[in-house]
């Protein structure tokens, strides 16, 4: 796997303290209006603009909030970066410690969770609020790296006067953020945190190593997970003539019976030995084991009772499916809305060539119409069927949309919806109109 170049601090051949100096001098010249010697670098210059906008002023800036003692702890216990923190300890606590330096880790709120080090640094930080439990996002503290690394989701190098703050000048911080192996989500970051002349670009390299190590230690821990979840259940499924999945707490698929696994089952946040209507599946049996749970999907035919409401009156429409076991909503694109629109006015259905007519205004676009159909039924399983498309009979769809027609999926050129527009500019009030309109 190949990775692309890291943005260091410190120009290939450049002075760290003629550098610094003229990091001033830039700093200075950006507050006061006059023309800066140099340019920016584009991460740093995008940070700034962030902070012009936070309102933050670089003399006088708060210190950043410290966790109380038990907030903190409640936010490590949590922290999915624990598993891997004595990883991160060998590999990077030593290092920092003869250079004069401290390691720190931050969660995805820019909470610094653990720091350790150097204690002449230690003390360094003490001075500027670089100590556990302190937050070190953009809007608590300015332009440095682990805030701005949490931004941007790469790793960050800030050097010198590159931080917003100037009490921060002193400092030289190179930053890498962990993701979650599973799904890409941004659980926190690493930091290595020391005096502006020790600044040196393999800093970065190193932090920014130690971070793809702990995404994949994570991901090996999450496998072992589910290998031992699978060993549990596989007695409880051999003996199953019903379709079945097994699922860590997390959603993510250890077995499966009779049926394709999905790769992931979004698991209701509240949940209990019952029933669930489960995105992909539909209605769905949980029944808890050690470890994770037992998915047992109903028939079709067992799914129905459900309200199935298209939201088109906000910016980003959304479809929400409600049944007795409770309401899932689900954030639509805008081909999904469109799609979804034309499907609700034609309860009877409609076959993968009308519907790219209705779509692109022309029948040669039925793969691309089928590619976003499979899509929307990962997510509404048992509510939208094939062959032809349709909302399933046993469901009752609402749409509810805005006031004046024209606001109507306003953006989409779509002919089907335009179509839609126009009817209800005219008052067209046909049985189709009638059965989608909940306003």
Do not use: K
Not at 53 to 82: H, K, M, T, W, Y
Not at 161 to 173: D, I, M
Not at 316 to 324: E, F, I, L, Y
Not at 413 to 433: I, Q, T
Request: net charge neutral; charged share 20%; glycine share 8%.
């Amino acid at each position: 796997m190949s990775f692309p170049p890291l943005d260091t601090a410190l120009p290939a051949g450049a002075d760290a303290r003629e550098h610094a100096l003229m990091l001033r001098r830039v700093h200075e010249a950006s507050l006061t209006g006059r023309p800066a010697p140099a340019p920016l670098r584009p991460v740093i210059e995008d940070s700034w603009g962030r902070m012009r906008g936070f309102g933050i002023d670089p003399d006088s800036a708060p210190p950043p909030r410290v966790a109380r003692v038990d907030e903190l702890q409640r936010n490590r216990d949590a922290s999915p970066i624990a598993a891997v923190l004595p990883l991160i300890r060998r590999s990077l606590v030593s290092v920092a410690d003869e250079a004069d330096h401290i390691m720190l880790v931050a969660d995805s709120a820019g909470q610094v969770l653990w720091r350790e080090g150097s204690h002449r640094m230690r003390s360094v930080g003490d001075r500027v609020g670089l100590v556990e439990g302190a937050y070190w996002n953009e809007g608590s503290t300015g332009t440095n790296a682990i805030g701005t690394a949490l931004v941007v989701g790469r790793p960050v190098q800030v050097y010198s006067a590159e931080h917003f703050v100037r009490s921060l000048h002193t400092l030289t911080c190179a930053c890498a953020p962990i993701h979650d192996p599973r799904d890409g989500r941004l659980l926190g970051a690493i930091d290595v945190t020391g005096p502006v002349s020790t600044i040196h670009p393999a800093t970065l390299a190193l932090v920014s190593a130690v971070a793809q190590l702990a995404e994949a230690h994570l991901q090996g821990i999450h496998h072992t997970h589910l290998e031992r979840l699978r060993s549990v259940a596989a007695p409880l499924l051999a003996g199953m003539s019903e379709r079945a999945l097994v699922v860590d707490d997390a959603g993510w698929t250890a077995a499966a019976v009779h049926m394709e696994p999905v790769r992931r089952v979004l698991l209701p946040t509240q949940r209990d030995t019952g029933t669930a209507w489960l995105p992909a599946l539909g209605e769905c049996a949980l029944e808890p084991l050690p470890g994770g749970w037992l998915v047992r999907p109903r028939p079709e035919r067992e799914s129905g009772g459900a309200t199935v409401t298209l939201d088109l009156t906000r910016s980003a429409p959304t479809v929400a499916v409600a049944g007795a076991s409770g309401e899932w909503t689900h954030r639509l694109t805008p081909r999904h809305a469109e799609l979804l629109l034309l499907l609700a006015g034609h309860r009877e259905g409609r076959t993968g060539a009308q519907l790219s007519q209705a779509v692109f205004g022309a029948g040669g676009h039925v793969v691309t119409v089928r590619a976003e159909l499979s899509r929307l039924r990962r997510h509404l399983g048992g509510i939208i069927e094939s062959r032809p498309y349709r909302f399933s009979e046993e469901v009752l769809v609402r749409v509810v949309a805005p006031p004046a027609p024209t606001d109507l999926l306003p953006g989409s050129v779509a002919p089907g919806v335009r179509d839609l527009r126009e009817a209800l500019r005219s008052g067209d009030r046909s049985v189709a109109l009638r059965d989608l309109l909940a306003t």
